[in-house]
């Protein structure tokens, strides 16, 4: 089974506006919930995933390890929450189950593990991502399937060489079917990224990696979509996308604030950023 997209880019994006409110709400609710977790990060890639698991990817929530699904791979894995709210909307796993995030024996950890259903790649130090986003690309080449590989990173976790490795070598191999989107929020743990170890213009240096390169607005539905669909039919080696994004999207007291990195909100903050997001 597939996930097509159908409609204009512009009823496709409306659509997702409002399901991405949704993911932003189950967000929040599992993280106040466990009172542990990192809402700034996954706020941010709130859009960027919706799209992928709502409309972008070939996936079958009834098959999780369809061999010839899209695959995604987030990297940022401390951002899991955003990844978790996507597949129990899209049916991989009871709603219910959200509840349990960061729990003993939860199929939700802290960062995604491989056998909880959807998720495609166990999360542990960042950095490995793109690495292992390359290598299931060629599995796919190699295989002659024809499924796209999402790799979702932080620009804070750009600072591992490893990244660059990776980015070496999906050039040398022209692995179309992979594609990085960077959740270009501007923060990490410690601080502002450019304070913290400066990267410059991040697409010019995929570029000069020898990807294709793309600047968007990770928050403008339409611009994702856009962006998305390009990729996916691009032939000409990797993709990369700079999505620029807020961290703590749609959450004001949040939004480009540190702190909220891994900080859960207390009573008082979380029926204020419900009320926020819904009145959005």
Request: aromatic share 6%; hydrophobic share 40%; proline share 4%.
């Amino acid at each position: 089974m597939t996930h097509d997209a159908t409609g204009t880019r512009a009823e496709r994006a409306g659509i997702l506006k409002e399901t991405a409110k949704e993911i932003r709400l189950l967000i929040l609710d599992m993280i106040h919930t466990a009172n542990s977790g990192h809402p700034g990060g996954s706020l941010s890639a709130a859009d960027i995933m919706t799209a992928l698991h709502f409309d972008i990817m070939r996936t079958d929530p009834a098959n999780p390890r369809w061999p010839d699904r899209d695959r995604v791979l987030l990297s940022k894995g401390h951002a899991c929450p955003v990844l978790y709210a996507c597949l129990a909307k899209r049916g991989y796993f009871d709603l219910k189950e959200l509840k349990t995030l960061r729990r003993f024996e939860s199929i939700l950890q802290g960062h995604p593990i491989h056998k909880t259903p959807g998720v495609d790649m166990t999360t542990g130090s960042l950095g490995h991502g793109l690495s292992i986003g390359v290598g299931m690309a060629l599995e796919g080449r190699l295989s002659k399937k024809d499924f796209q590989v999402y790799v979702v990173l932080g620009d804070g976790e750009l600072n591992e060489g490893l990244v660059w490795e990776a980015a070496m070598a999906a050039n040398k191999f022209g692995l179309s079917n992979l594609v990085a989107i960077v959740d270009r929020n501007g923060l990490q743990m410690d601080g502002p990224c450019e304070t913290v170890m400066p990267m410059g213009d991040i697409a010019a240096k995929f570029a000069a990696f020898g990807w294709t390169t793309m600047e968007i607005d990770g928050h403008d539905m339409e611009q994702i979509l856009g962006a998305l669909d390009t990729a996916r039919d691009h032939k000409g080696g990797p993709v990369c996308i700079v999505a620029r994004t807020v961290k703590g999207k749609g959450v004001s007291y949040m939004e480009n604030i540190c702190e909220w990195h891994g900080k859960c909100p207390n009573n008082e903050q979380f029926c204020c950023a419900l009320d926020e997001i819904k009145g959005a």
